[in-house]
């Protein structure tokens, strides 16, 4: 069967590929782009571990096909440090402990970018909605929490 | 889904088309957060998926006439919350919406999705019936219209025929003194299926309600619009004597399946407290408490 050429613009870079009407996004990132950092743990939509920013919105690439992704721009995991410096968000979760497996940490790293890329100044309570949709059997969630919060707070006084 | 096919239609012509011609094998795409899942667990098979979301019917929000919404079939949760003057005046379907899933999933899925997915217990669906939403179809034979609680026929099944898709919701232009509320039980806080949805809409002026739609979802094989709840509250004061009938109706409708997360028993007495409590929140957003 033919395959589909997509044409895109992943982490600001044009990205054309080629794929099967079946494909997911996160089959493409991973298998074929090599961009191995979004991670399949559900593949239902549930765990939020494959989130990347597609047009400036949150979603999981485990449940969009690759063939949707033609004209779109998207962000994953490797485009958040820029020229090898950490995102802020990065270097909290780091400093803060909110990642032991990792596994969950990519995902969660994307969600609260975009959190953030919304509403920069997050109550505790919508960090908390907003990262529902993202689980971790690790950490317990709450050095995630606060580690998105902090990043919120040092961006309020830098500005 | 290894023989499956893609197209991502640029007109609704172009997709009715398609998916006439496939014959029943073929299924329209929107968010794909029900589809998707689906078809990678092998409950569904198509051999042609049908992208709908760049058709701009069914991707705009549209106030036709003053407070009188269209709403594509594919917007997503995350875009209708952007348009504040919707989320004012219809907060029970904004609300109802939003509860589906998380933040990801909001980016994505669609109340065409939920109607069209056909579950009992889709969570805008009770929202929409007590709204007043009409379904506006469009399909080989041309168009058509039908109110949603006539939409559903049975668990999964709904009235479109091979070829037929949902193109938008009509709303009906909001009076002022009304409102709505959507309210769901599930056993747990977040991300899980209501064992009970209520919807209310009502206007309420001078303490006199003038109008009122009441729906269930999740408690028989379709969603319901409880009838005989109108004819009671209309021109009621909305006192603890009305909401005690109409809380008994609403449970004397329920024919609800029986399962771990709820039993026939819970599930009814439940859809009775939700219709109480869904009123009364109602009531405070009209008087803007
Ligand atoms: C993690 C997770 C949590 C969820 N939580 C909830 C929840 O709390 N409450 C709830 O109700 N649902 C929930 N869902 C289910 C799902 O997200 C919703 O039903 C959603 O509204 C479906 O919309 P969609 O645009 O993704 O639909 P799709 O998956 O694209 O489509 C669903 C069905 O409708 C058909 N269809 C879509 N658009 C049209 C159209 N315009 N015309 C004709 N047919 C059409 C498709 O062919 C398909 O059969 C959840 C799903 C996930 C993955
Ligand atoms: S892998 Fe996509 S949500 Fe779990
Ligand atoms: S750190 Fe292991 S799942 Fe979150």
């Known amino acids: 069967m033919a395959k589909i050429q997509v044409s895109t613009k992943i982490n600001n870079e044009n990205v054309d590929y080629l794929c099967e ?7 493409v990132l991973r298998n074929q782009l090599e961009l191995t950092g979004s991670k399949e743990s559900c593949g239902s939509g549930d765990c939020g571990s494959c989130s990347i920013i597609l047009d400036g919105e949150l979603v999981c690439s485990c449940l969009m096909l690759a063939a949707e992704a ?10 958040m440090s820029e020229g090898g410096k950490l995102h802020a968000l990065q270097q909290k979760f780091l400093e803060k402990a909110a990642l032991q497996c990792g596994i969950c940490t990519p995902g969660f790293l994307m969600a609260s970018k ?20 993202n689980l971790c059997r690790c950490t317990g969630y709450d050095k995630i929490v606060k580690a998105v919060l902090e990043v919120a707070e040092d961006m309020k006084e830098s500005a | 889904m290894s023989d499956t096919q893609y197209l991502a239609a640029s007109t609704i012509e172009e997709a009715v088309n398609a998916h006439s011609k496939a014959n029943g094998s073929a299924r329209f795409l929107a968010g ?19 992208d709908v979301k760049k058709i701009v019917e069914l991707n705009s929000i549209e106030e036709i006439s003053e407070n009188e919404f269209v709403v594509g079939a594919s917007v997503s949760g ?30 994505r899925a669609s ?109 028989a094989p379709t969603p319901l619009l409880v009838k005989e709840a109108s004819k009671i509250m209309v021109g009621s004061d909305l006192n603890s004597e009305i909401l005690d009938k109409v809380s008994k109706i609403c449970m004397d409708l329920c024919d609800p399946i029986d399962d771990k997360r709820g039993t026939i028993d819970y599930r009814t007495k439940v859809a009775g407290v939700l219709f109480k409590r869904a009123t009364l929140t109602t009531i405070d957003r009209i008087k803007g408490n």
């Not at chain 1, 009407?21 to 089959?27: A, G, R, S, V």
């Not at chain 2, 029900?34 to 042609?48: A, M, T």
């Open chain 2, 32 to 50: 794909g957060t029900d589809l998707l899942v689906q078809i990678k667990s092998g409950i569904r098979k198509p051999n042609l998926v049908i």
């Open chain 2, 111 to 219: 109340l065409g999705g939920n109607i069209c997915n056909g579950s009992p217990a889709g969570d805008s669906v009770p929202a929409l019936i007590a709204a007043g939403c009409i379904a506006l179809i469009a399909g080989p034979n041309g168009k058509r219209e039908i109110p949603i609680e006539e939409f559903h026929i049975g668990p999964g099944k709904t009235v479109l025929d091979n070829g037929e898709m949902l193109v938008s919701l009509k709303f009906p232009k909001r009076e002022i003194n009304s409102s709505d509320t959507y309210l769901r039980m599930t056993p747990r806080t977040e991300m899980d299926i209501a064992v009970v949805g209520c919807g209310v809409n009502i206007t309420f002026e001078n303490n006199v309600c003038t109008a009122a739609r009441v729906s269930l979802g999740a408690v």
């Open chain 1, 21 to 27: 009407p079946h494909d997911t996004m996160l089959d």
């Open chain 1, 114 to 133: 975009a959190l953030l890329d919304h509403n920069p100044s997050p109550t505790e309570t919508e960090v908390r909605f907003w990262l529902a949709g």
């Open chain 1, 70 to 79: 033609e004209g779109s721009k998207l962000e994953t995991i490797e485009g």
């Open chain 2, 78 to 107: 995350v875009n209708l919350n952007r348009n504040k003057k919707f989320s004012k005046l219809w907060p029970g379907v904004l609300e109802a919406f939003r509860l589906i899933g998380s933040e990801q999933i909001q980016g």
